[in-house]
């Protein structure tokens, strides 16, 4: 059984920051990609970031430039470095990664919400 564990979710001001972690535990191997999502209300789930193994980065182009996403291969933890938010960042944020050998699986974690408010 593989475990997906988020943390650093919050309220925060315009212009503030917030640091996602996420740690995958478990009966998991050969981790490939990892990345978050975001899902806010009323509208679909996207791509935030993702990192691969090899450390390659992929954004949106809505937080290219205030976010940065990163992973701790021996501790099997990804993490996402937020600044500079703003209002439309305000969603459920979402760990998922990639792993296995012959067969890749993907596990997603339960979410985390962040919120930006004044």
């Known amino acids: 059984q593989v475990q997906l564990v988020e943390s650093g979710g919050g309220l925060v001001q315009p212009g503030g920051s917030l640091r996602l972690s996420c740690a995958a535990s478990?009966?998991?191997?050969?981790?490939?990609?990892m990345g978050w999502y975001r899902q806010a209300p009323g509208k679909e789930r996207e791509l935030v970031a993702a990192i691969t193994s090899g450390g390659s980065t992929n954004y949106a182009d809505s937080v290219k430039g205030r976010f940065t996403i990163s992973r701790d291969n021996a501790k099997n933890t990804v993490y996402l470095q937020m600044n500079s938010l703003k209002p439309e960042d305000t969603a459920v944020y979402y760990c998922n990664v990639e792993w296995g050998k012959i067969v890749t699986i993907e596990s997603w974690g339960q979410g985390t919400q962040v919120t930006v408010s004044s």
């Open positions: 478990g009966s998991i191997f050969s981790i490939n990609a």
